[in-house]
């Protein structure tokens, strides 16, 4: 794709009908992407729970309060060193806690405390769960508790891992074969293997499932990217490219809706499937993106696809694509074979040439902690949203459409303030947010959920604008390489994500704690890189290194032609 393809898009227009079709039916599906990937808040949500007793229980005491049901006491129940004292009906008593249960022997009055002799035992007969506010989970419906419990916080790791090598397979296979074709398969693919996760019959055949979903989930949002980015002109292209993320949010909102409507983990994850269902049915229309197939040379198709863009965009005056693109294909194949003979050979770069230099090692060091952190902070607030108090279901979905500005004012900041100088006081602000979290007391909670969604917000425009900043950052020789790096590393934040969020066992604000370190840790870098903004895509890994240098002399010599300015005004006689 050379440079001079964008006349494509002065002719056809940035972002016409016809582009317009193609976006919104693209990002469409990223809704479900959003949704797979929060899905598991309620499918593996643990409620409390105690274990069962061999026989029908007729009295229930918690504290100083009894009931008949032990239904009745979920409410009661405060914290997990609480124990439910229950009468059978052959007049037995038992103690019943989250992960054993104990006898009392020779006891046949219901009172809380009890000094004489006890026998322990296991939960051998499964657990009583807390029903009233989720009819099942994988949790409720496998008793992945106790000694069982690290099964169900396994759940999204293994989803998040799968993430990671969707993004490398899917990415290096649209490059092959196109991205159409890779969009069939993985929106295909989310759709069978979201309804297939419903009907698993174990714990085992579960995250195998959820492994493929996150597979194909990955592979599609990161070629909608590049879809997206190869259909619409330079003009939209931030705007487009940034809010495929806010499609991400509404999948997000999506999921905290039907989790409040549907208590029922399996209908949950069918009704979830179902809601992109019909973009299966009209993917299919999709056409491949121009810039890939004149990369295959597929100049008749480019032609034709050319001509249905300019009846839908309402083109009068036809142009071909000679003209808009110049190319080789009028050349005879004998000159084009003797041409690429005579070239000299490119050389392959890799991982080690954005470590090439002091500079470049330190902006790449810089750049991938952004990509890790801006995953790690986005996934850790998310997770932690129904963990805030009040209604997880409200929170959560606070927790997407707080996204949704957040992405139009990283458009705005990257367009007037620069992409650096946007990027480092979000993550300053964000760190500022955890270390504010971790000073309100728990017992404020709508204090804390508010501060948690601010949180939400800065992360979210840090994690926005860092795609374009990173591709801007690095020369055409290595871009794609730099740009793919980075999104490895956020995989990576998203994985370690969920075991950040679990440390809240240890501490409550562990979470915060850490997320806020590495916040401050990266604004910090952030603020040493170069800035962007108005400056030419470079070329040459020279140019790339020369970018904060090239900014300061061009300032410098508008400071100094500013100053003779003011100078001759002031020797200029009255």
């Not at 964008?6 to 582009?19: M, N, T």
């Not at 121009?290 to 001509?307: A, D, M």
Request: charged share 15%; aromatic share 12%.
């Amino acid at each position: 794709m050379t440079q001079s393809c964008e006349k494509l898009f002065d002719y056809l227009g940035h972002f016409g009908r016809f582009q317009a079709c193609i976006y919104f039916a693209s990002i469409f599906q990223a809704i479900s992407c959003g949704i797979h990937y929060l899905a598991s808040v309620f499918i593996a949500i643990t409620p409390k729970h105690v274990c069962n007793v061999p026989g029908n229980v007729t009295s229930v005491l918690l504290a100083n309060s009894s009931s008949n049901r032990i239904e009745d006491a979920w409410e009661l129940w405060t914290s997990a060193k609480d124990y439910l004292v229950v009468q059978l009906e052959n007049g037995e008593v038992w103690e019943l806690t989250q992960c054993s249960r104990t006898r009392r022997e020779d006891a046949f009055n219901l009172t809380y405390d009890y000094e004489g002799p006890r026998s322990t035992q296991s939960c051998s007969d499964g657990f009583l769960y807390d029903q009233t506010k989720l009819e099942s989970s994988i949790v409720t419906d496998w008793d992945l508790v106790c000694e069982r419990a690290w099964l169900a916080k396994l759940a999204q790791p293994t989803f998040m891992l799968g993430v990671l090598f969707g993004a490398v397979i899917f990415g290096d296979i649209a490059d092959r074969v196109g991205r159409r074709p890779v969009m069939w398969f993985t929106s295909s693919g989310q759709f069978l293997f979201g309804v297939a996760v419903a009907f698993t019959f174990d714990y085992y055949s579960f995250v195998i499932v959820r492994f493929l979903l996150a597979m194909v989930s990955s592979g599609y949002l990161v070629v909608v990217f590049v879809y997206v980015t190869e259909y619409v002109g330079i003009k939209a292209r931030t705007w487009a490219s940034m809010h495929v993320h806010a499609a991400f949010a509404v999948g997000v909102m999506i999921v905290a809706l039907v989790g409040y409507l549907v208590r029922t983990w399996w209908i949950y994850q069918v009704c979830l499937s179902i809601t992109t269902l019909p973009f299966i049915i009209f993917c299919w229309l999709l056409p491949e993106t121009p810039f890939w197939l004149l990369s295959q040379g597929r100049h008749e198709e480019v032609e034709k696809l050319i001509n249905v863009m300019e009846k839908w965009n309402n083109i009068s005056t036809p142009c071909k694509l000679s003209e808009l693109c110049p190319t080789h294909q009028d050349e005879p194949v004998s000159e084009i074979t003797e041409k690429k003979k005579k070239a000299p050979s490119v050389k392959n770069h890799n991982l080690l040439d954005l470590f090439r230099t002091c500079t470049m090692a330190r902006r790449t060091f810089s750049i991938w902690l952004v990509w890790f952190t801006g995953s790690l902070g986005y996934y850790v607030f998310s997770l932690s949203s129904v963990n805030l108090g009040g209604n997880e279901y409200l929170n959560l979905f606070l927790s997407g459409a707080v996204e949704l500005p957040s992405y139009i004012v990283a458009c705005l900041g990257m367009d007037r303030l620069g992409r650096r100088n946007t990027l480092a006081p979000f993550l300053l602000l964000s760190a500022v947010i955890c270390g504010i979290i971790m000073v309100i007391p728990q017992d404020f909670s709508a204090l804390q959920i508010a501060a948690s969604m601010t949180g939400k917000f800065t992360i979210g425009v840090a994690f926005g604008l860092i795609y374009l900043y990173t591709a801007e950052l690095y020369p055409t020789i290595v871009r794609s390489l730099a740009v793919g790096s980075g999104s490895m590393m956020c995989r990576i934040g998203s994985v370690v994500a969920p075991f950040c969020v679990y440390l809240a066992d240890v501490w409550v604000f562990m979470p915060q704690l850490l997320v806020g370190f590495m916040a401050l840790l990266t604004g910090a870098l952030t603020l040493m890189l170069p800035e962007t903004l108005g400056e030419p895509l470079t070329s040459t890994m020279e140019e790339a290194a020369a970018l904060g240098a090239r900014r300061d002399r061009r300032a410098q010599k508008e400071e100094t032609a500013f100053s003779d300015v003011a100078l001759e005004k002031l020797e200029a006689p009255v």
